[in-house]
């Protein structure tokens, strides 16, 4: 134990991304009284429970690793996800995770008690800490779409982040509704690799090529001997310039830059796919990158394949086999997959959490998930969220931004180790600051410029972070306690 005047309890919810790395640093400083507790039976989160074919990530693979555990051994640039899910199973290992880790553990419920969390277990145990932190990601649970007639398919059917892989796909006619990043995936992943592959697309998307780079044993042993080209990957210059581009295209959707984009996603679309039709179907009527923008080196040519039909007819029912569209198509079909999105504001819910004087987060939340630069809320004390709502998301490396959070959260609880505090949490007044300056700044993004995407409250509002990822950088570097109220220790 480092010789702090408290020895604190810490709970983490969740062994993902974020809950692996707020266990590997707090090992670093010498803390293991802490427990992570997993509703799955591994670790991995967004990577253990998405294992449909063609899952992968796109963000450069180099960037999607921990600052400190560099892997010279991806083999590709943008990373498949069976090899993120090792990459996270090998770190669990490396830093003696398991120790710490409880499977097959959800929580049902965490209460602030005046001094301490107390947290339990779906399973009716209890647990105690001072410190309680949610590493539940972003996007986790199903949203399972209210198509008439779903119940009555006779086939199988499933979200795709419950991809069965009992089923031999060769000789089946599957159907995939949605084309947001994982449908694409999904489609390019099975065209030619099924009998007959049916995209339903409500809304067509903007598709940003990529180069499909593969890295030779020559590059991983380059990688190996030399890490400044790893870094060179993660924040070189051609890294932050389209980092940089990216961003000030989101901001502002009047910009230069997010002209340059919808020059390429247009050209894109215009150069891959031969047939005018198609062509036409294939055409968002919306700017470039208003929706998550979605990147895949070869969906237009895999959807181009004679075994795939793109019906953008809309869905009148689903029948006990298969699918009739507005238009009075029928498609027969054995496997509907629904590649349809998550819950995008459920963050830490459906978890009851009761904060300071019984204020419960769900109500709280009613309208959408706030939090005080995404990482605290007023009267949840010493309660803490690392990719929390209105945080950067979409596609930037929550890698990244969950260190920088944690940089943020290690700096408010050293105020709980030294003694003089016991309580931690943002003023009101802050978090309605921020809210209002975010608020606005979000209206101007690009994801409020007219369409439909999981970025969007009930109100058309994106609740994302609307700001240059520096000033992201600048705010987690160091908390502006003047924006914290501190109860002092008895
Ligand atoms: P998504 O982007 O929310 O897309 C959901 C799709 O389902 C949309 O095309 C949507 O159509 C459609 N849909 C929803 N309800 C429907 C209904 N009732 N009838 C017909 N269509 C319906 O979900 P996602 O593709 O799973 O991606 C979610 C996020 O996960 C991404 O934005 C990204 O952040 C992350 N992701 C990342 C990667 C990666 O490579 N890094 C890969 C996969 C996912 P509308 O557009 O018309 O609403």
Known sequence: MPADARNLRYIIIGAGMAGLLAG????????DNFVIYEKGDSVGGTWRENTYPGVAC?????????SFAFNPEWSAFYAPGPEIRNYFESMAERYGMHQFIQFNTEIGSCRWDGERWHVKTKDGREDVADVLVA?????????????PGLENFQGASFHSARWDHSIDYADKRVGVV???STGVQIV?????????????????QWIMPCPDTRYSDEDKAAFRDDPDRIEDVRSGPEAQARRGRFLAAIIDADSPELAEIQSIVEKN??????????REKLRPDYRAACKRMVFSPNYYEKVQDPSVYVDTSGIERVEANGVLMRDGTFHELDVLVLATGFKADAFVRPM????????????????????????????????????????????????DIAERQWNYIEQLVSLLREGKYSAVAPTQAALQTYEQKRTEAAKKTVFASGC?????????VPQVWPWPYEYFMEVMDKPKLEDYSLTPAA
């Open 24 to 31: 590997i640093r707090l090992r670093e400083r010498g803390e």
């Open 58 to 66: 796109d963000t450069p693979a180099h960037s999607y690793s921990y």
């Open 135 to 147: 590493a539940t990601g972003v996007l986790h649970h199903p949203n399972t779409p209210a198509i």
């Open 178 to 180: 949605g084309n947001g």
């Open 188 to 204: 390019a992943a099975l065209s030619g690799n099924v009998q007959k592959l049916v995209h339903f697309q409500r809304s067509p």
């Open 269 to 278: 679309l215009e150069d891959s796919i031969r047939d005018p039709e198609l």
């Open 352 to 399: 009851t959490i009761t904060g300071r004087d019984g204020v419960d987060l769900n109500q709280l939340w009613d309208v959408h998930p706030k939090a005080y630069y995404a990482v605290t809320i007023p009267d949840f004390p010493n309660f803490f969220m690392l990719n929390g709502p209105t945080g950067p998301v979409g596609n930037f490396s929550l890698i």
């Open 452 to 460: 439909s995407s999981w970025y969007l409250d009930a109100d058309g």
